[in-house]
């Protein structure tokens, strides 16, 4: 597995309006992350922790620079190619839940399976697999509204895994949580990770971002600092949530 | 792609319901073009059918021809044998012709009596109007010639006063005649003389003319086929000319006649329940239109609500297509129900106006599939602009959208 990294940023720039009004949210943004990695994304509010992950997810393409991901060129990606590589290769767990309102947990579940033309078996069988990973089977026929915000973020990570992404892109998980709910998905991830998910974390919290194997850390639209080769899951061992 | 399709459809289906009435006020316009289309084309239909039976009751490719003064107050001449014999030798196209005579006369039968009308009629006569003898026989021309007191009786006359008993070779007295009944013809729809056209008695012309009216030679109206092959207004202007020179008729003087083209009334029928479809037609696509309006503008109020949802379709992996497919599907389908509601409504409204106006109720298939099949194509004319706006979005603003 000697070949390209998975993820490379090459100077990326970005810039929100025109004119007068034209902000620069990032400014050259260069970072590598491999295969396997758990990162976490940190920084002060507006340093482009959002935007960055953005761009990662190929819902935004920057204003200059380049992104490569497994050695393919996003930026030069037509719009639908870009939802194509979305549905077969990333998992996206948006700040703030995005879970399909009166739609059954399951149902949000499936979701991505029915754009990738899965059948209505398959994608039930998946769809329960991946609640069932992030502990919530019990309440596949729940819809948002009737579960609590700790469980509405389980059932959008086990969205983001049911079609075995390489990488899962998570913008603030758990920014939503109290800390228990927090550690309960930190250990989730934690555990996902171990089975070769790529994990791309944006929080705030030290606490969370210990769990990380490397640490990324924004200001003004630029990488300040990256921390590599962390020992990660110093709270995963502490043996809560075998 | 055809599990999506499905899951599309019932997508739809769900959104439609979670807004029922939004829904159904929405599909009005198109529910009330719909139905008036359907109900006017079907009453109109069954408006042609009833005429042509009508008509058919009195003969196709024949002319009637009966006495007529533009001023009620004078008594127009009538017609007699030598006109009716001069009209079948002298104008080519003519096959044939039946002169006829009718008067109201009491009809008794072991102690049963009965006031009808008495037609005389040849056999020439029967055949132009299509009368069959459904019982024993028609008249020879013996019967015709010697002007016989032989009868032929329609099912009503049976049915009144000869009850369960045999009918045929019966002998029952007409007015102050004797008569001998030798046939019962078939029900029928129509005569020409108007009335109950099964509450008849036939005798030969020259019986009637001789033992009831007391004039051998007069008909009242009498009835001239021609043959389709020749042009109708030809023979019909012929037809004037020749009984204007026999009358004397002066060069600017009104016909004291009329000439009755039974295929005419079919035409003028036809052009008739046209203009009215078409009428009803241009209404229809007015309120088609402001329907298709309506399933336009509450798709885009339904796009917006639906930005966030939307926007994780998108986030999600949902190609720009695939979200149109879904916005497509559900204007289709709404336009659809519509017009399903539609077709019902005309359906209940043609069955019931057809039975307060006294017309046949035909159901016309191509009519409905068409209305179907057109709702549905508003579905997709009116809801792609919606549908097209919902794939553009961008689905980072599509997210952060409350
Ligand atoms: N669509 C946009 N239009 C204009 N400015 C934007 C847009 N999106 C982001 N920005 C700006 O870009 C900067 C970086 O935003 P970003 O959302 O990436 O920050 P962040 O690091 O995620 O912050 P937070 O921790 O608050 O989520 C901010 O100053 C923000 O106001
Ligand atoms: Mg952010």
Redesign the interface.
């Known amino acids: 597995m000697s070949e390209a990294p998975l993820i490379e940023l090459e100077g990326i720039t970005k810039t929100f309006g025109e004119g007068a009004a034209a902000f620069q949210a990032l400014k050259g943004v260069n970072l590598t992350i491999d295969r396997g990695d758990f990162v976490a994304v940190m920084g002060p509010s507006g340093s482009g922790k959002s935007t960055t992950m ?1 761009i990662l ?1 190929c ?2 393409t920057p204003t200059s620079g380049r992104f490569r991901f497994r050695g393919v060129e996003v930026q030069d990606l037509s ?2 190619q870009r ?2 590589l ?3 290769y ?1 998992g ?1 767990v ?1 700040q703030g839940f ?5 739609t059954s947990a399951l149902e949000n579940v499936e ?2 399976l ?7 078996k398959r994608r039930k069988e998946a769809a329960e697999r991946s609640l069932d990973l992030v502990g919530l089977l019990p309440w596949a026929d729940h819809t948002p509204a009737e579960l609590s915000g700790g469980q509405q973020q389980r059932v959008a990570i086990a ?1 983001a895994l049911v079609t075995d992404p390489d990488v899962l892109l998570a913008d603030e998980p758990t920014g939503n949580l109290d800390t228990e709910r927090s550690l309960e998905i930190m250990q989730l991830l934690t555990d996902l990770n171990k089975t070769g998910i790529t994990i791309l974390m944006v929080t705030h919290e030290e606490e969370m971002a210990h769990f990380a194997k490397t640490i990324v850390h924004f200001r003004d639209g630029l990488v300040e600092r990256v921390e590599r080769g962390l020992k990660a899951g110093a709270f995963a061992t502490s043996g809560e949530h075998v | 792609m055809l599990g999506m399709i499905g899951a599309t459809f019932l997508l739809a289906l769900r959104e439609i319901r979670r807004h029922l009435l939004r829904s159904f006020l929405t599909t009005l316009g198109i529910i009330i073009g719909v139905a008036a289309v359907i109900t006017m084309v079907t009453l109109g239909q069954g408006l042609t059918a009833d005429v042509q039976e009508e008509v058919s009751g009195l003969g196709s490719d024949v002319f009637i021809v009966f006495p007529q003064q533009s001023d009620p107050n004078i008594a127009p001449a009538p017609f007699d044998d030598a006109d009716i014999r001069a009209v079948e030798n002298q104008i080519a196209g003519v096959e044939g012709t039946a002169g006829s005579v009718s008067t109201n006369a009491t009809a008794f039968h072991n102690g049963q009596d009965w006031a009808t009308s008495v037609e005389g009629a040849d056999s020439e006569f029967f055949a132009t109007q299509s009368i069959d003898v459904i019982e024993g026989r028609g008249f020879n021309q013996e019967e015709e010639a010697r002007g016989e007191s032989v009868c032929i009786v329609g099912p009503k006359i049976v049915e009144e006063i000869f009850v369960a008993d045999e009918v045929i070779g019966e002998q029952m007295r007409v007015g102050n005649v004797s008569c001998q009944v030798v046939g019962v013809i078939d029900e029928r729809a129509n005569s020409v003389g108007g009335g109950d056209a099964n509450d008849v008695i036939f005798m030969p012309l020259k019986t009637v003319q001789r033992r009831f009216i007391g004039n051998a030679d007069n008909v009242q109206f009498f009835i001239v086929k021609y043959d389709p092959a020749y042009e109708t207004a030809v023979i019909q202007q012929q037809l004037i000319d020749l009984l204007r020179e026999r009358r004397v008729i002066q060069d600017g003087e009104d016909n004291d006649f009329n000439i009755v083209d039974t295929a005419e009334i079919n035409e003028t029928v036809n052009t008739i329940t046209g203009t009215m479809t078409l009428v009803v037609t241009v209404i229809a696509a007015i309120s088609l239109l402001v329907g298709g309006i309506g399933i336009m503008n509450i798709m885009l109020v339904s796009v917006t609500e639906r930005t966030r949802e939307i926007g994780i379709r998108l986030a999600i992996g949902a190609l720009a297509r695939e979200v149109r497919l879904q916005f497509l599907t559900e204007a289709v389908v709404l336009c659809c129900f519509g017009g399903l509601i539609g077709i019902l409504l005309a359906l209940g409204l043609s069955v019931l106006l057809a039975g307060a106006i006294d017309l046949p109720f035909i159901f016309n298939p191509t009519v409905n599939i068409l209305s179907f099949v057109f709702s549905a194509v508003m579905g997709i004319v009116f809801g792609y602009y919606p549908a097209h706006r919902a794939s553009r979005l961008d689905p980072i603003d599509a997210l952060r959208h409350e």
Do not use: H, I, Q, T
């Not at chain 1, 029915?114 to 209505?120: A, P, V």
């Open positions: 953005n997810g819902l935004d719009r639908d939802s194509l979305r549905r077969r990333l996206f948006f995005n879970l399909l309102a009166r979701l991505p029915l754009y990738r033309g899965e059948s209505k969205r």
